[in-house]
């Protein structure tokens, strides 16, 4: 029996929907705000539908490689990746993307369809914990290549 589990954080950057979408879906810049994330192999660009990368990732028992593959890219407005993974199944990465007025509305979600076991109170208080960090890098690093046209 599995457990499915999802989680979605979400952060107004001041900044197209396209320059948000642009970063964030070039893993390349993962390793700028998601702390777990080391090293990328991939083109150092924002990645279409069924591309591929790898992530090397730290986690509480060693590094694992992850291999993602770009289910979905609809630039602007929406990119999911997915990896499968032998600890916690298949991880499944969705960004959307709501621009008014030139701010963007970014939003993350990660499931796990099909987790071996209901992550515990601790996982999930990490899990947003680490998610606020990350969102807060992306919006630091896309509104300063914004202002600075970067």
Request: hydrophobic share 30%.
């Amino acid at each position: 029996m599995t457990s499915a589990f999802e989680r979605s954080h979400s952060i107004e950057i001041d900044a197209p929907a396209g320059a948000v979408f642009d970063y964030v879906s070039n893993p390349q810049s993962w390793p700028e705000w998601i702390a777990a994330s080391h090293h990328i192999d991939s083109e150092d660009r924002p990645l279409v539908a069924d591309e591929t990368f790898h992530e090397k990732w730290h986690t509480s028992k060693g590094e694992v490689q992850l291999d993602w593959v770009v289910e979905v890219c609809d630039r602007p407005r929406r990119w999911v990746a997915r990896t499968n993974t032998d600890f916690i199944g298949p991880i499944v990465a969705e960004y959307t993307f709501a621009e008014t007025d030139g701010r963007t509305a970014y939003t993350r979600t990660i499931q796990n369809p099909s987790r071996p076991k209901p992550p515990t109170e601790q996982m999930i208080e990490r899990i947003d914990e680490e998610a606020t960090i990350s969102l807060g890098n992306i919006k630091t690093n896309v509104e300063r290549r914004s202002t600075t046209g970067s």
